[in-house]
């Protein structure tokens, strides 16, 4: 290739010459490790010169002169060399000299990794896998997104407490223990969440991030900082000097939620990498990864200082490649992708289709916020404006979230859930799945908290300080009530089952908890031996699987739900009522379901549909069994919901 002027790189880097030249497919980038042999390949169009480097350690303040292999031109800006032997557990990095400087970097596509992700490591990955990993699979099959229920969590908040009962704290292996209690006998950890009822399991960021020194123990970060996208970080495995190890932890982690019948989402950032001028596959294509202009000024809609350039043709590659990979080397079951409205909807829609070939469960969702980024092509970005462009990939319902508590930009205002008025046909949109920026509840992810901003209760503390706890307790089980009837894809953060707060030193309450450490983030698993914490976690327990119990409420066609959903206006009262025709749906054992919000702090009696109707959810209690048989009317108690359930006729006859 032509020099071309540094200012000029990026336009060149996103024209239609650049790309017919230089796009690689074959999908088969990396170190290809076979016993006898290892061939490295690496995309590098604008080098004159490419070598790759072996070392026997992974870390760089180990002083050692690498054998140093020149690589050949192959096509389309890949570079090969090949290396006889074994070289399984050699480190090794790639050098380019381009404009006669010479640089060296990781691979971009380093499947293993050393201490801190500095070099990368040739591996069989076979070696890798744990006993039993070939008959691992995906729990579910020919399932929709609204079947789901998703629970998001940390590795280390989930293990590190000290009184989790856990051994291996803070690390993939503290999600594999089973049998695990806390002082009081509560079982904790990974039984805890299976007993739980959700079928899903959310982890923040466990790909290789930068903002933790592996070499340290105790250190804490949420994660959102890439340092190498094909390999799990470093610091939740027990061994991160040994590549195998972490790759070995992190699949025996997935298996045993497996086991569970659990499966595992990765949080997912490519929206910006940790430091953009450090990043390998910019330091190999220098600037190729991200969106910078002529001047050389960084586009910044992540505000973490650099957006990937998504719409590039070898971008796009490497994240398709990525997500492949995380699928059928892992077997992962689903992704949420942070801010992914700084990504092209070509790029997730490929993702989707290549991903939904092979396994058509795998969930895909993310935030779709539009953020200004500067893009180095005419591209529709993936957000929720957007939605109708990306059918497969679901979005992050901020409008039932700001309705249930408030918006988090105004930590005084208050939600349906705490008395602000005037709610009823925002509420009726949000059930139906249907928010008005979406026209599909299969594209819809609901939710009252996430790892982002204040937990639940302390949301609602925030915008109601005198409130008593049991008062905000009601509001926390009635916004958990309008989460778990909607339409959509139900999500919660863990912990808000178990009243979780994150309260500073200083008694304020933190939201935004990155880097906060332990005290703050673990998940306090003696929080268990109060009765209210208890008490909530099995309201969760009772709404989750009064969900799964019935199939009305996960439909994911708005025709049908159109069809199905009857709503009743109450004259003078913030309180709405929900009825569900529910003959003919496919497993589903109700005539009709009848869902009551009262978000007033006074009872209400309200009228009900002819026929015997059994309450299996109230103010106190969740589940799938009749509390009481009523007929006519019910009274339902302030600010809490009720679910009742009328029985097909059949279900009499045969118990009569
Ligand atoms: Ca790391």
Redesign the pocket.
Known sequence: MEAIEKNKLGAWYSSEEFEKLYTYLDGDLGAGWTKNKTTFRVWAPTAKEVYVNLYQNGWRGKKETAERIAMDPHRNGVWTAAKNGDLQGTFYTYSVLIDGAEQEACDPYAKAVGV??ERAMVVDLASTNPEGWDKDKSPFRECDATDAVIYEAHIRDLTVHKDSGIENKGKFLGLTEEGTVNCSGDITGLDYIADLGVTHIHLLPFF?????D?TQEGQYNWGYDP??FFVP???YATD?YHGETRICEAKKMIAAFHSKGIGVIMDVVFNHVHDAEKFCFNNIVPGYFSRIDSEGVYSNGSICGNDTASERSMVREYIVQNILYWVEEYHMDGFRFDLVGLLDIVTVNEIIERVHEVRPEVLFYGEGWAMPTNVTKEVKMATQKNSHLTPGFAYFNDTIRNLLRGRNSDTNEKGYVNGRTGMADSLKSNLMGIPYWVSSPLQVVNYASCHDDLTLYDKLKEAEPEADRAGLLRSNRLAAGIVFAAAGIPFIQAGEELVRRKVNADGTMNSNSYNAGDSINAISWECLQNADCREMRDYYKGLIAFRKEHPSLRMGDIEEIRDRFTFYDIPKGEETVCLINCEGINGESAAQLCMIFNPEQAEKEIFLPDGRWEIHVSAGKAGTECIEEVKGSVTVSPVSCMFLVKKQESAYEENS
């Open positions: 801190n992700g290789d991030y930068a903002s933790v592996e340092k190498n970080e470093g610091s991160p």
